[in-house]
Each structure stands twice: as C-alpha cells, then as structure tokens.
C-alpha cells in the first residue's frame, strides 16, 4: 500500500487535524469559556495548606489567579510577609500595569519560604487589619490569599475588584464589613507615611476604649472573676432549686423556720459568704470522718488475707527418683562389661602385617648394623 501526502500521513505517524483541547473544555464535547476578569494576580504555592480549605488553591481552580513557580519573579506588586515597605495608593499604577502576586503558605512555616528566589522588586506588606476566614478568625494581621489580594485591590481603589474576587467564598462579605472604615482610610491616603500614621492612631484608639472600658467594668464591679466562677455560681442555685423541688412543701417549711430564726436573731447579722472556704474546725472534723471510712474499707473482706481452708485437699510431693550409684574404678565413656564378648573376639584374632610396617622395620635394623675396628696404628 502506497501513502501519498494528500491522506494526511507522513513517516512520523499520522497528522492530526484537531489542537488540542482547551482547558476549559469538558468530556461531552461542549466547551466552558473561561471567567475574564478585570486584574491580574498570581501567587507561589508551596502546598503548605489544606487542599479543600486553601484559598490560593481555589482561586487558581477558578481561573482567577494564575500559579509562579519558584525561582520566577514577578514584575508587579508582592505582598510579602518579607517586606520592609508598607502598600499604599502610590503603587496603583504598577499594580493596575502588572497586577499582584501573594505567597500561599502556612503562618507557622514562614521561617521555610525561601523569599530570595521568589517575590520581585516591588515588596509591599500590608498595613493593620483583620483576618475573617474559618481559620484565623478575629486575627490581626493573619490573612490568607483572598484576603490579601482583597485588601491589596481596595487600597489601590478598586474596591470592586476586592467585592468580585471574595465572592466565591463564603467570608467575603464578613471581611469587607469589619475591616471597611480602616480599608477606606487607607484607600484615602496618598502614601506610605500616611498609610503608618492612620495605622498608629487606629491602634492607639483600639487601646484607649479597651482601657476605659476596662476601668468602667472595674468601677462598676462587674468583674466576672472578683466574686468567683460564675458558672460555678449558677451550677450551685440549680442544684439548691432541684433540692428544694424534690423535697416540695417540707423545703418551704424549713426555709420559713430558717427565715423566723433569722428575725428574731436581728436584723445587724451579716449574710454568711457563699464562697467562704470554713473553719478549721469543720475540716479536722472532715479529715476524722475520712480517715474512719478508710480503715473500715480496710478492714472489709475483700482486702483481708485469704486464710486456707483445711477441707481443701493439699498436693501431694512427689518423690524425686534416687541416682545410680557411681563407681569411681570404671572411667567414664568406657562400656562397663558390656562388650567383653566383641574383646574376646578381636583379641583371637590374629594380627597380620597388612601395610608392611613390620617388615621395613627388619630391613632397617639390617642396614643400620655397625661394625667395629681396632684403633691400632701401623
């Protein structure tokens, strides 16, 4: 079979008229344009979070930010917990040329980002404000992705940039209205000196109603801990009140017998202190009483010795077997009279000279013969 170049094959396999499919396609065929928004951002994700809670996660998933890898830089503005430079209005014309880039980590990992590979020339780290997501709820400064890039978008005035990008979670709105009077205080400044001086008097003015409002509690004696545990308190009425019901009419006559004592006793008798610890005279008296209850318990069948019952049959000993006596003369390893019979056998048995040991022996004292001469001398 000859293949010509009009059928669409060629020595590399065959061609295919298709592109590839777009990321927004789906299996049946129908393709889902991708959301367009107005900003740009990204981040650096160093899977630090939790997949089904991580904002920066979502937010890529979604289409909204796009993902750096590590070593890549980016052009625009940072918000970096690395930061020496505070974000102002003065960066709106970079952050609306390139966008904004967060660094998606863990709070209690910061100390693991290696900041000199990543982030850019324009480093900003965000002024005071409050964290709403499910994990550092009511935190200052503890913000995760959304909400960075939230503030970051309302500072430089696009607040509706920041209204679009927290819409997909569910503490978007939350955030906006606790942090919006510091957010449009911010957005109203023109640089970062302003941005630290609005900063400072929004602090200081957290500090002071937090003092007054603890000397107004003071003043007052409203003090949840100066008159004891209140939970405690209330634990004691309901127990009393519980008494009082079950006991039902002879309750309410012990309480008017109590209340007539109390008349006739006058009425310059101070109230007993519910939280007064007691005399030690009643805690001797508590320790006595402990102490008589331990040594009955003590003394209870169960923690006494078991005593043996002479009904109970003993077990016998068994006798070990005495030794075999052991005769000194025969040596140990030998068969003890056992084998005289194989002796007697090996002994008539006549012994013949197999290897010729015998016979070298002979011709050796032959040839070794000496012989003797007189030293006489001619």
Known sequence: MVRHKKDNFSSRGKKYTQGPRSQGQIRNGASQPE?????????????????????????????????????????????????????????????????????????????????????????RLLPYLVAANSVNYGRPWRLNCVEALAACFSICGHHDWAEEVLAPFSYGEAFLEINSNLLKRYAACQDQEEIKKAE????????????????EDEAKGKDAWRGGNMNRRALEDSAAEEEDGEHGSSGEDKRNDTEEDGADD?????????????????????????????????????????????????????????????????????????????????????????????????????????????????
């Open 200 to 215: 400072e008097l929004w602090l200081e003015k957290l500090e002071r109603e937090y003092a007054e409002k603890r000397g």
């Open 266 to 378: 006058g009425e310059d008798k101070e109230e007993a202190d519910p939280f007064d610890l007691g005399d030690d005279e009643e805690d001797e008296e508590h320790a006595a009483e402990m102490a008589d209850i331990r040594r009955r318990v003590l003394q209870a069948r169960p923690f006494t010795n078991p005593s043996l019952d002479d009904d109970k049959v003993k077990p016998q000993a068994i006798v070990r077997p005495a030794a075999a006596a052991h005769s000194s003369d025969i040596e140990d390893g030998s068969d003890n009279g056992e084998d005289d019979e194989f002796d007697n056998i090996i002994k008539a048995t006549p012994m013949t000279d197999r290897m010729g040991i015998q016979a070298r022996e002979r011709l050796k004292g032959k040839y070794n013969a000496s012989s003797t001469f007189p030293r006489n001398v001619i």
């Open 35 to 123: 959301p367009k928004v107005p900003f740009r951002a990204a981040c650096w994700d160093f899977g630090h979070c939790d997949p089904k809670r991580c904002s920066g996660k979502r937010l890529v998933k979604l289409g909204f930010m796009r993902e750096l890898h590590v070593g890549q830089k980016f052009p625009g503005v940072v918000i970096s917990p690395n930061a020496k430079e505070t974000l102002s209005p003065a960066d709106k014309n970079l952050f609306e040329q390139y966008g904004a880039a967060v660094v998606e980590c863990s709070w209690a990992r910061v100390k693991e980002i290696p900041f000199s590979r990543i982030g850019g020339k324009c480093e």
